[in-house]
């Protein structure tokens, strides 16, 4: 009871840290993953893999077998803007017994467009685009917990192309599902893109999560189940998408 109540006690304490934000960057939260899209954006809980440090890299803490490389480039929001990608690349090893250090950078592209100065005038095209960058580290703790920090440097074009350091912090536990061989559950928290402002009124849009999975042995591979209960501290009509 004491190690569960050490997961959720985060939850208790990071929504008194975090202030109402106004949102840009609003590809820090979408997933760049095929598991995680194909999960509605869930699964802080899952088990780790190479794109854990875009979810929540604490898992990378629990699972043995955490090295790994991905990269992956998705439409992004095609129907509205359309010509716009992201892309993201991300590596992910082992350097103790307890640790692991992951890397990542994703980057935004926008649709071309016609840029016009204050006068309205035609200023030539434009391909706008942003980018962030992040390393993360993750730690097993000798009650079971794994526990990871992400430091993050973006480039935000709706920002008027401001940079800007952001960090997340988690936190992930996991035991065997009763007796099964191979199979776990696990619960987690975590807080992304906590950070100081951006500008007069625009803050990256800080996002707190709490999960748990399910991951059971099936037909030579592993069956997973997720559920993720988040919320995103911008006001919607702030939101650049």
């Known amino acids: 009871m004491k190690r569960v ?7 208790i304490l990071f929504p008194a840290m975090l202030r109402a934000q106004s949102g840009t960057a609003l590809f820090l939260v979408l997933p760049v993953d095929a598991r995680v899209a194909g ?9 780790a893999d190479a794109f854990s440090i875009f979810r929540a890299p604490a898992a990378l803490s629990l699972d043995a077998s955490r090295d790994g490389a991905g990269i992956t480039r998705a439409a992004c929001l095609p129907a509205l803007l359309p010509g716009g990608y ?28 016609e840029g016009r ?16 960058a992040e390393v ?3 730690h097993r703790l000798p009650a079971g917990l794994g526990v990871s920090v992400t430091t993050r440097y973006a480039r935000l074009y709706a920002a008027r192309s401001r940079d800007v350091f952001s960090f997340d912090a988690g936190m992930c536990y ?24 951006v500008s ?8 707190a999560t709490l999960g ?19 919320y995103t501290f911008f006001p919607a009509r702030d939101a650049h998408l």
Request: glycine residues 16%; hydrophobic residues 50%.
């Open 5 to 11: 109540i050490l997961v959720l006690l985060p939850v």
């Open 39 to 47: 999960s509605g954006g869930g699964g802080i809980a899952l088990p």
């Open 86 to 113: 992201l892309d993201a690349a991300a590596v992910a090893f082992r350097v103790s017994g307890r640790g692991g250090v992951a890397a990542g950078f994703r980057h935004r592209s926008y649709p071309r467009a």
């Open 117 to 132: 100065d204050g006068d309205a005038m035609p200023t030539g095209t434009m391909h706008p685009a942003e980018w962030a």
């Open 136 to 138: 993360a580290y993750a």
């Open 174 to 197: 996991r035991e065997p599902f009763f007796s099964m061989p191979g199979g776990s559950w696990a619960i987690a928290f975590h807080a992304g893109n906590l950070a100081g402002r």
């Open 200 to 207: 007069r009124d625009v803050f990256l849009p800080a996002r």
């Open 212 to 230: 748990g999975a399910i991951a059971l042995p099936a037909a030579g591979g592993t069956l997973s189940g997720c559920v993720d209960l988040a």
